[in-house]
């Protein structure tokens, strides 16, 4: 009970919610990039963090060798079942010997797939998650290469049919304002720094991956005074700006501590958004209090569970 990889896509990881409670030892958390997506895709299977698949930018063709049910979430990549387009943000039975084929991104970058009972490849520090820089987890701690089989569960009970509307979590968005509260060093940097942070337009550059987003902008940051820095916590969201003064988005992969200072901090509740932009794709920042970061966080959180609530 497995399936198969035909053609493994740009990049193909199983990814769950990631690896936490080791980070005083520099073990990273990695993860899904876009968690709505990923619990989404598992709700619609009613149940809850289990491993999938994370497609980015080209997704991969899949051969099924048993019964189960799927949901595909995130990003669309015109997914097909046996040539048929195949529908997203619902569950779906697939039957032994069905081929699921992906293109390219259409919309957002990241796709998910989530299978009945989850990918089942083996637990390692508490997750399942692949670290392709560590090569941990996942399979064989690598993206998915052709001829790979996944070991799933057997399932042939008839899936819910339930599509449901995404609108309520805004995943994707042409104008894209991403909200974030001072960082640890906010006071660091000069006035006009600080007023360039929020009138900037910044494009995400090529050297964007799942350790962070490099921005680039006519818009140089500068400290008041030239500091060194100890390394400290860091974490998803931590906007960190290095010597060149173009600030830098750390991601699910980003590494544990960081010595640059921190001028800002991504809301959670933009951090699904963001995960779907692409290289090249333009930004702005817009500062919030930390009252208004947790209420919208608590909103999207009463989505989350009325949508758990209904597909139960």
């Given at each position: 009970?497995t399936?198969?990889?035909l053609?493994?896509?740009?990049?193909?990881?199983?990814?769950?919610?990631?690896?936490?409670?080791?980070?005083?030892?520099?073990?990273?958390?990695?993860?899904a990039?876009?968690t709505?997506?990923?619990?989404?895709?598992n709700?619609?299977?009613q149940q809850e963090?289990?491993?999938?698949?994370?497609?980015?930018?080209?997704?991969?063709?899949?051969?099924?060798?048993?019964?189960?049910?799927?949901?595909?979430?995130?990003?669309?990549?015109?997914?097909?079942?046996?040539?048929?387009?195949?529908p997203m943000w619902?569950?779906?039975?697939?039957k032994?010997?069905?081929?699921?084929?992906?293109?390219s991104?259409?919309?957002?970058?990241?796709s998910?797939?989530?299978?009945?009972?989850?990918?089942?490849?083996?637990?390692?520090?508490?997750?399942?998650?692949?670290?392709?820089?560590?090569?941990i987890?996942?399979?064989?701690?690598?993206?998915?290469?052709?001829?790979d089989?996944?070991?799933?569960?057997?399932w042939s009970?008839?899936?819910?049919?339930?599509?449901?509307?995404?609108?309520?979590?805004?995943?994707?968005?042409?104008?894209?304002?991403?909200?974030?509260?001072?960082g640890?060093?906010?006071?660091?940097f000069?006035?006009?720094?600080l007023?360039l942070?929020?009138?900037?337009?910044?494009?995400?550059?090529?050297?964007?991956?799942?350790?962070g987003?490099?921005?680039?902008?006519?818009?140089?940051?500068h400290?008041?005074q030239?500091?060194?820095?100890?390394?400290?916590?860091?974490?998803?969201?931590?906007?960190?700006?290095?010597?060149?003064?173009?600030?830098i988005?750390?991601?699910?992969?980003?590494?544990?501590?960081?010595?640059?200072?921190k001028?800002?901090?991504?809301?959670?509740v933009?951090?699904?958004k963001?995960?779907?932009l692409?290289?090249?794709?333009?930004?702005?920042?817009?500062?919030?209090?930390?009252?208004?970061?947790?209420?919208l966080?608590?909103?999207?959180?009463?989505?989350?569970?009325?949508?758990?609530?209904?597909?139960?």
């Open positions: 009970m399936i198969e990889v053609k493994p896509g740009l990049q193909t990881t199983v990814q769950d919610k990631g690896r936490y409670g080791l980070q005083q030892y520099g073990v990273i958390v990695s993860g990039m876009d709505i997506s990923y619990q989404i895709g709700l619609l299977l963090d289990y491993a999938s698949l994370e497609m980015t930018l080209l997704g991969p063709t899949l051969k099924f060798h048993c019964d189960t049910t799927i949901a595909i979430t995130g990003g669309s990549m015109a997914p097909l079942l046996n040539g048929v387009p195949c619902r569950a779906v039975m697939v032994c010997g069905d081929v699921l084929k992906f293109s991104a259409q919309k957002g970058v990241r998910y797939l989530a299978v009945k009972g989850g990918i089942q490849v083996e637990h390692v520090l508490n997750s399942k998650s692949t670290y392709l820089k560590a090569r987890g996942g399979h064989h701690g690598r993206a998915l290469k052709s001829g089989r996944l070991p799933i569960s057997e009970t008839t899936a819910p049919s339930t599509t449901i509307d995404v609108t309520n979590f805004k995943l994707f968005e042409n104008d894209v304002t991403i909200r974030v509260l001072k640890t060093e906010y006071e660091s000069t006035e006009k720094s007023s942070f929020e009138e900037a337009t910044y494009t995400i550059s090529k050297d964007a991956d799942r350790m987003y490099r921005l680039e902008s006519d818009a140089i940051l400290l008041q030239p500091t060194n820095m100890l390394s400290e916590a860091v974490t998803i969201g931590t906007v960190q700006v290095p010597p060149s003064g173009q600030p988005i750390l991601m699910a992969d980003r590494q544990t501590t960081g010595g640059y200072p001028i800002a901090q991504v809301a959670s933009d951090l699904s963001l995960a779907q692409p290289p090249y794709a333009k930004i702005r920042f817009k500062l919030i209090s930390l009252d208004e970061a947790q209420q966080w608590i909103k999207q959180q009463k989505h989350l569970n009325l949508l758990a609530l209904l597909l139960n």
